[in-house]
């Protein structure tokens, strides 16, 4: 079966992009990924994503303190927080589609938490 849905990965680890990028791609999505938020930012405006990993600690800010503002802007993106260091829970807008995942993620975690979005 053929998935239509791409998704966005904002990390700056390369290695966990290109292993989640596999993952993604086995499953059918279409993925893109940047390693600096400034990039990750301008790669949403173009892909409009299905779904977006977002990691908190990047080069250039921090992830999360974006990612309400990405909720409002794309209110049908799903957006999944990633974080290996428990930060403070953005304060998302009312009807956002988002989850927090901790780092490192297992590979059946991250199929509930894609099955878990409608």
Not at 21 to 31: C, N
Not at 90 to 96: F, G, Q, V
Request: include cysteine; charge should be negative; proline fraction near 8%.
């Amino acid at each position: 079966m053929k998935n239509d849905k791409s998704v966005i990965i904002i990390d700056d680890e390369t290695d966990f992009c290109l292993l989640l990028t596999e993952y993604l791609t086995r499953r059918q999505y279409k993925v893109f990924y940047s390693h600096t938020l400034t990039d990750g930012v301008k790669l949403i405006k173009e892909v409009q994503p299905d779904v977006l990993f977002l990691d908190n600690n990047l080069p250039d800010g921090l992830g999360w303190a974006n990612a309400p503002e990405i909720a409002k802007k794309m209110p049908f993106t799903q957006i999944i927080l990633m974080s290996a260091f428990h930060p403070e829970i953005p304060n998302m807008p009312d009807k956002a589609m988002f989850r927090i995942i901790e780092k490192p993620l297992s590979m059946k975690e991250l199929d509930k938490q894609l099955s878990n979005f409608p």
